[in-house]
């Protein structure tokens, strides 16, 4: 009779048993900085990303703490007024997903914050106030609820506020991969010439040179792109697009609701680079999902972390079997490889889920994989349906 297989580990997952000169050995082997293979196959293959834990925080601590922060630290002494999402199972490092770091950031009325450049990513999806604004590269983008602004690398970025409220936002960026790659750089000094020429004279914010709303005319419009201009920006890296207004976002995910959607993700749009058609970024892919009144989607699990901030309504997510549930502006993070699966218990309300997952790194590397409630453990493999195919 053939034998079962068994279970998917290593072959000598416990490693040799201890004799006398094998422990003699294992300590000639430290004594150099060294580690045997052998005795510790286990440790080696299995994630260190585990550690991340599924997490929600809470609009009403994160709020009621920024504020306070608004009377005690002044945007002169620092550069930038956020507090980080820090995952409990990494705490103290300032990692919110092995490849994300999610911040809430204030800026008060009249207030500036200085312009800088760096290699990470940086988007911000705008929660709170009415005259924030976010130049990049000398766009002035204003920064009403729901709109998600983009500084991609390398792109000169600065922020104020010319309104009467409190402007708030949540920063989300992929520094932990670039730190990992050992490239996080910061450029803080920003010259430019006066209106007369002549040499570059430092400046705390950028004059503004295009009419407001310029990304948004120029590719705001789905399948039309602007034959005249150089879609180059900043470092070239990620879309030129830099604001995608909540106005069209909404309208969207409405013109679409009678559609059966996603099993697992509901009415789920991609906010896409359009000289690409791909991910805004990189690094991360930026999604908005409508969950109807009632909907209840099915579970999965993919090789990519994720970070939801609920703009609308409310709900539950089960993870690895585990409830949480969220409310508006508060953010949950789902480390990568858990199952988890979305409920919109209202009869009558919808809830909206802003989502962003490191999902194109391990398109990219050939390390993405899905696995549906039900499938054999045997068939984990690349869906079509995401983005892979077309690129
Ligand atoms: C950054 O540039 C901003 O410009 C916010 O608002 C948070 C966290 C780490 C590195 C750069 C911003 C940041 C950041």
Known sequence: MQEALQPNRPLAAAGPSGTEPQKVLRSRVEAHSLVSLWDNMEDVVSSTTEKFVPHVW???????????AGDIVSLEEADRRALILANP???????????????????RPGETAAVHRHTPSASRFVLEGNGG?????GEKCPMQRGD???TPQGTW?????DGEAPAIWVDVLDLPIVDHQGAIHFDFVYGEADHGGGEPIRKYSQSIRTE??????????????PAYV?????????????????????AALNRLRDHEGSPF???????????????????????VQLLRAGEATKSHRHTSSTSYTCIQGSGETIVDGQVMSWGENDTFVLPSWCWHSHQNHSATEDAILYAVSDLPISVKLGLYREQAEGEPDGAWRGRPGTYERRQ
Do not use: C
């Open 58 to 68: 809470r609009w009403d601590d994160i709020r009621e703490v920024l504020m306070a």
């Open 89 to 107: 199972g990494v705490f103290p490092k300032y990692f919110t997903t092995n490849n994300l770091y999610v911040a809430y950031q204030l800026v």
């Open 133 to 137: 604004y976010t130049v990049v590269e």
């Open 148 to 150: 998600l602004i983009l």
């Open 157 to 161: 970025h600065d922020h104020g506020n």
């Open 212 to 225: 407001i709303g310029y990304s948004t005319s120029l590719y705001g419009t789905g399948g039309m792109q």
């Open 230 to 250: 150089d879609s180059k920006r900043g470092d070239g890296i990620g879309s030129p697009q830099f604001v995608y207004p909540w106005e069209a976002t909404y």
């Open 265 to 287: 993700d509901g009415i789920v749009l991609r906010y896409t680079d359009p000289t690409t058609g791909g991910p805004i970024s990189p690094t991360m892919d930026f999604t």
